[in-house]
């Protein structure tokens, strides 16, 4: 049986939680079913840690940034349908506002098998001029006809997408994050015991 092809998108490797996340689960992927590929920003606090995964196709973008640039964005947009089908992905699961535009829509016209966002809070608020925040949602919406499953980490989030005609509940799932017990293990028994624990 072929490996199944699975291309991430995430934004920029910077340090959060969003990017810790997408790393660890990376790095846990059975490499026997999977052939893991990444596409994110040239730059990131969390690039060298990307870059020491095994088995791993990194690709940095000339073009995907944070801010928004309608010139740089229709370019990492094609950049990311490009990387899609070079790839031959049967899954793309994009994460961070910007890439999961961007990537849910190049996935869509790529025709991807099956394509996942996971929701790591929306690129929108209560405090943006009603403008920004309209815009936000539209693109959004636009995005989530082309998701087969929006992935959240809070109920919160879920709630969120709903009141605002984000998808269909159908779409949406809740995945806590998950944590490594051995980024929490104590080497200093002293301080267990000064703790009473």
Same mark, same amino acid.
């Given at each position: 049986m072929r490996k199944i092809n699975l291309v991430y998108i995430i934004t920029k490797l910077e340090l959060?939680? !969003? =990017?810790? =996340? +997408? +790393?660890? +689960?990376?790095?846990q992927l059975d490499r026997e079913k999977f052939n893991v590929f990444l *596409?994110? !920003?040239r730059e990131g606090l969390?690039? =060298?840690? !990307?870059l020491?995964?095994?088995d791993l196709t990194l690709s940095k973008s000339r073009c995907l940034e944070r801010a928004i640039n309608p010139l740089k964005d229709i370019l990492? @947009?094609?950049e990311i349908y490009l990387f899609i089908k070079k790839n031959k992905a049967d899954i793309v699961h994009t994460h961070s506002s910007k890439a999961g535009i961007l990537g849910r829509l190049a996935a869509g016209f790529a025709k991807v098998n099956l394509v @996942?966002?996971?929701v790591h809070g929306w690129s929108f608020n209560d405090y943006q001029p009603g403008w920004k925040r309209g815009f936000f949602i539209w693109l959004e919406r636009l995005a989530a006809a082309f998701t087969h499953k929006i992935i959240v980490v809070s109920q919160h989030d879920k709630v969120k997408g709903l009141a605002n005609r984000i998808g269909s509940d159908y779409q949406y799932h809740l995945i806590r994050y998950g944590i490594s017990?051995?980024? *929490? !293990?104590?080497?200093? =028994?002293?301080i267990k015991e000064e703790l009473y624990i």
């Open positions: 959060g939680g !969003a =990017q810790k =996340q +997408l +790393l660890s +689960l990376i790095r *596409f994110t !920003a969390m690039m =060298q840690d !990307a020491s995964i095994p990492a @947009l094609i @996942l966002h996971t017990y051995s980024d *929490f !293990a104590i080497k200093d =028994q002293k």
